[in-house]
């Protein structure tokens, strides 16, 4: 098994956990951190499967790079909105339908 294949199978192993994890959880900082994994698999498989003419193709890896930093980006604002919806509601997890709220 080469390298590549089992960057590309961890990566595919990553984002089960991460899917897993975020469908079945309800505290929102534990489904951003499974959202994180899951990105986290994708740009790991994106890596892994990445070759052109026997070398490392470079435009798949300036695309994760940027995705890195987009994700950081993100997961700040995902972080400010989760604490804000914590001090306004006080809870951890979102409403469900059937709670009678708007």
């Known amino acids: 098994m080469s390298p590549d294949l089992l960057y590309a199978l ?3 192993a990553l984002c089960g956990i991460g899917l897993a ?3 079945l959880l309800d505290h929102l900082l534990r489904r951003l951190l499974a959202f ?4 986290s698999g994708v740009f790991l498989v994106l890596v892994g499967l990445a070759q052109h003419r026997g070398g490392p193709d470079p435009v798949p ?3 994760v790079l ?3 930093v987009v994700a950081i ?6 972080i400010v909105l989760i604490r804000r919806y914590f001090h306004l509601t006080g809870r ?3 409403a469900d339908a059937g ?3 708007s």
């Open 61 to 63: 890896q300036a695309l």
């Open 73 to 78: 980006a993100a997961t700040a604002l995902a």
């Open 92 to 94: 951890t997890s979102l």
């Open 10 to 12: 961890s990566g595919v």
């Open 66 to 68: 940027t995705g890195i």
């Open 21 to 23: 994890g975020f469908l």
């Open 99 to 101: 709670d009678g709220q």
């Open 36 to 39: 994180n994994l899951l990105g």
